[in-house]
């Protein structure tokens, strides 16, 4: 370090630069940081919106409470709209299964163009189109626990770090073992289950969950679960009013965070230009404004 030549100028020069970069880094800094808590309440009105909007405080159609009110029977859900019946997920869908992981230092069980083959890894609360690996048909064959679910199954992660994550299939899809996957609607809407799941998912892991370190939920413990909810049509309408909210909440977080980038840039490129000399700073306090 000590061996670094750098070109600078006088004492008194170097002093007007720093300060100038003190004021504009930490007005930058300070615009980076207001941002940073827009997003965090962007993310907490959207907890919040789908937290309200499927345990019916609210009716989507009118923006109004609906008329009354009854106990959920769940202890940390509170209450429901009256004409809510509770629905089991056994009971609610076509049917609940997971899969398994072919021996990996076995090639014949894998190709790069063969069915697709979903981890938790690849469970982010999005549609999954596509997948880091793929399993053969021979695989299928060969391993009774591998079912090829439907486009438009949820899948949700049961164990682990990734515990509770969720996704819905965009493609027919097989899974591993740890994920268990929802598919073909009775009484219960996909999209619905999907925004109840993910609002509720630290109350099922704090009150179901298993182990120390790295809890644990099971498929039976999904299968037994019991969710509030209205008929299936109405069902549809507050997935479709959640799908327009948080998509329109979800481009401005992404918005903000692009200005954040640009921001960051910036400030970079400012400390850059001004301590090689690109920019004189010497009057920067008389172009203000500028």
Known sequence: VGDIAITDPSIEEQSTIAAFLDRETARIDALVEKKTRFIELLKEKRSALITDTVTGKFDVTTG???????????????EVPEGWERH???????????GTTPPT??????????????????????V???????????????????HVYPAGSLAMAMYGATIGRLGILGIPATTNQACCVLYGEKSLNIRFSYYWLLAFKPEIIEFYAVGGGQPNINQEVVASLRIPAPIIDEQSAIAAALDRETTRIDELVEKTKRSINLLKERRSALITAAVTGKID?????DMKGG
């Open 64 to 78: 109004e409470p609906y008329p009354k009110y009854k106990p959920s029977c769940v202890e940390w859900l509170g």
């Open 128 to 146: 999954i189109n596509a997948t880091s690996k793929y399993v053969t048909n021979k695989a299928i064959d060969k391993f009774s626990a591998l």
């Open 88 to 98: 089991k997920m056994s009971h609610s869908f076509t049917g609940i299964g997971s």
């Open 105 to 126: 230092d076995q090639e014949e069980w894998y190709s790069d163009q063969g069915i697709p083959w979903v981890t938790t890894g690849e469970l982010r609360e999005t």
């Open 281 to 285: 700073v010497r009057n920067h306090d």
